[in-house]
């Protein structure tokens, strides 16, 4: 199982990562938290321990033995939960993409993200 942790559904995903995912079995999103701007530390590694909870209610429900999390997000609650989740010894992948940029004048640009594979967090 993937339970695609981010703010971009697994459905809404284009051909090529859909593909790449199904490496990982079923994927199932677990919707990225709003995660304050004016929280302290403390109230990340809270909002981080709630998810860690989801996860592993997701991974108990799962028929497969084998889950992995896809976690794209604000980085210092994507860092907290990434170390929980290491220590539970739970694979963790991020989506890479080259960016595609256009200048639509007026000082705008239209950027586009084309997805190029799934990286390991902790094997780096």
């Keep these: ?9 697994c459905e809404q995903w284009d051909a090529p990562q859909k593909q790449a995912a199904q490496a990982f079995g ?3 999103d677990l919707p990225f938290p709003p995660v304050d701007p004016a929280g302290d ?3 990340v590694a809270q909002l ?10 997701l991974a108990e429900k799962s028929a497969d ?3 992995t999390v896809h976690l794209m997000g604000e980085m210092t609650f994507t860092y ?3 170390q929980m989740l290491r220590v539970d010894g739970v694979p963790c992948i991020a ?14 640009k239209e950027m586009r993200f084309v997805f190029v594979r799934f990286r390991n967090y902790f094997n780096i």
């Design 1 to 9: 199982m993937l339970i695609n942790l981010s703010n971009h559904p």
């Design 95 to 108: 989506s890479t993409t080259e960016r595609m940029s256009t200048d639509l004048g007026n000082g705008q």
């Design 48 to 57: 981080a321990e709630e998810y860690r909870r989801r996860v592993h209610q």
């Design 80 to 82: 907290a939960l990434l």
């Design 26 to 28: 079923e994927c199932v």
């Design 41 to 43: 530390e403390q109230y």
């Design 65 to 67: 033995e084998s889950v």
